[in-house]
Nanobody, 121 residues
Framework: QVQLVESGGGLVHPGGSLRLSCAAS????????MGWYRQAPGRERELVAL???????NYADSVKGRFTVSRDNAKNTVYLQMNGLKPEDTAVYYC???????????????WGQGSQVTVSS
């Protein structure tokens, strides 16, 4: 079994900051790419930021320069630092990781439980 547990999120004023964390645990052999997605009401889930095991990052155009994704491989944890938040960033944020379980050859996608981020004055 592999679990991704998110923490952080909440309500913040426009221009404020929040930090999301997501820790993977269980029978983990190795972790590939980790990332964050978000889904706003009535919209499809979209990629926010991605970081590979080697540290390469990719961001949605809408968050470039404001959000930073990072990871701590020793802790199997990925972070999303969100600065300059805007009302349009309001969504449920989900972490994602490609995980190879111990004694298995292939990587599978796992998802966190979701964290509500609300940006409002």
């Amino acid at each position: 079994q592999v679990q991704l547990v998110e923490s952080g999120g909440g309500l913040v004023h426009p221009g404020g900051s929040l930090r999301l964390s997501c820790a993977a645990s269980g029978s983990i052999g190795s972790i590939g790419a980790m990332g964050w997605y978000r889904q706003a009401p009535g919209r499809e889930r979209e990629l926010v930021a991605l970081i590979t095991s080697g540290g390469f990052t990719n961001y949605a155009d809408s968050v470039k320069g404001r959000f930073t994704v990072s990871r701590d491989n020793a802790k199997n944890t990925v972070y999303l630092q969100m600065n300059g938040l805007k009302p349009e960033d309001t969504a449920v944020y989900y972490c994602n990781a490609a995980v190879r379980r111990t004694s298995l050859p292939n990587y599978l996608d796992y998802w966190g439980q979701g964290s509500q981020v609300t940006v409002s004055s």
